[in-house]
């Protein structure tokens, strides 16, 4: 009887253990047991690629963001164009300018070889690779939590509708990011990752010629010389005055008219962001802080974990 019972009592904690790895929530040592190296590999292909070149920092950060923004952070921005996946990577916000997607490729190569096997979603490898971008870049860390799984699908109608564009206004942009489940601060806090890379002509053509208010004209004229009226539009410019250190002068900038997107300078435009752009501006412990805190509140959104999704062999295509 006593044996009988110690079956039973054995078989539904087996069950039970089953059940919550299958919906288990994300923590930050998922991979600690099953690939202790992974953590790691992801953080040296990073300062590779950044060492290599700055920019590569800013570019990783925001494939993290724009992967996010599109149903969740499930890696669906890596997958490439095929009959049955709509690739993300063609949608207004994505073609010609997200980029990194070789280092992703890389690390997806490093962390598998490591680990003996693929174990380690490509989500995760994102999500990760933006905090060490971060930090490689000087700015702050934080614990990402672990265990996100892969899309199967892609869409670029959702990246064209869903991701934010620089030509947003205040309202636009706090309606953008509460459809993602982020408020006011998150907003602001988020765009703070501007402190970091740079952005292309034909995205502030029109605020550099044609906006007279809320733009300092000297910071205007001296974008113009590198940004045509026609033609050049992927010339680069910096979104703040340090594009490859993480810092406040993003802010700085706001505050003295010169943020380089409109949607940027909308942050500081007489709105109710204004004064936690004044914050950030002369308080680079509360911003990193925040910038942080936001985060992690962004990659846990509309995620797949447990049985849902996959891990992808190879990041840029389905299983």
Same mark, same amino acid.
């Given at each position: 009887m006593a044996s009988s019972y110690s079956f039973v009592f054995l078989h539904v904690l087996v069950i039970f253990s089953l059940a919550r790895m299958a919906f288990a929530d994300l923590s930050d040592?998922?991979?600690?047991?099953?690939?202790?190296?992974?953590?790691?590999?992801? /953080? /040296? +292909? +990073?300062?590779? &690629? +950044? /060492?290599?070149?700055? /920019?590569?920092?800013?570019? %990783? %950060?925001?494939?993290?963001?724009?992967?996010?923004?599109?149903n969740g952070c499930d890696a669906s921005i890596l997958l490439d164009q095929t009959a049955t996946i709509? *690739?993300?990577?063609? =949608?207004?916000a994505n073609n010609n300018s997200t980029r990194g997607f070789e280092v992703i490729d890389r690390i997806k190569s490093e962390v598998d070889k490591v680990c003996g096997r693929p174990v380690v979603s490509c989500a995760d490898i994102l999500a990760v690779a933006a905090r060490d971008s971060v930090v490689a870049l000087h700015g702050p860390t934080?614990? +990402?939590? %672990?265990? #996100? #799984?892969? =899309?199967?699908? &892609? *869409?670029?109608?959702?990246?064209n509708n869903d991701i934010p564009t620089p030509l947003m206004d205040l309202p636009a942009?706090?309606? $953008?990011?509460k459809k993602q489940g982020l408020d006011e601060e998150d907003l602001v806090a988020l765009s703070g990752a501007h402190t970091l890379g740079f952005a292309q002509c034909s995205t502030?053509? $029109?605020?550099?010629?044609?906006?007279t208010n809320n733009i300092d004209s000297t910071f205007a004229s001296q974008r113009q010389a590198n940004c045509p009226r026609s033609g050049g539009? =992927? $010339?680069? &410019? *910096? %979104?703040?005055?340090?594009? &490859?250190l993480f810092d406040s002068k993003y802010f700085s900038n706001l505050v003295s008219k010169k943020g380089l997107l409109h949607s940027d300078q909308a942050l500081f435009s007489g709105g109710e962001t204004d004064e936690l752009v004044k914050t950030y501006s002369t308080n680079l412990r509360t911003f990193s802080k925040d910038f942080a805190k936001s985060m992690i509140k962004m990659g846990n959104i509309k995620l797949l974990t447990g049985n849902q999704g996959q891990i992808r062999i190879d990041c840029r295509k389905v299983n």
């Open positions: 040592d998922f991979y600690d047991d099953i690939c202790p190296q992974a953590l790691p590999t992801i /953080r /040296r +292909v +990073v300062e590779d &690629a +950044v /060492r290599q070149e700055r /920019r590569m920092g800013a570019s %990783l %950060l925001r494939l993290h963001f724009h992967d996010c923004f599109v709509d *690739s993300e990577k063609t =949608s207004r934080w614990e +990402v939590q %672990l265990g #996100r #799984r892969d =899309s199967t699908t &892609a *869409s670029r109608t959702t990246a942009l706090i309606d $953008n990011f502030f053509r $029109n605020r550099i010629y044609s906006e539009d =992927s $010339n680069l &410019a *910096s %979104l703040d005055p340090t594009p &490859a």
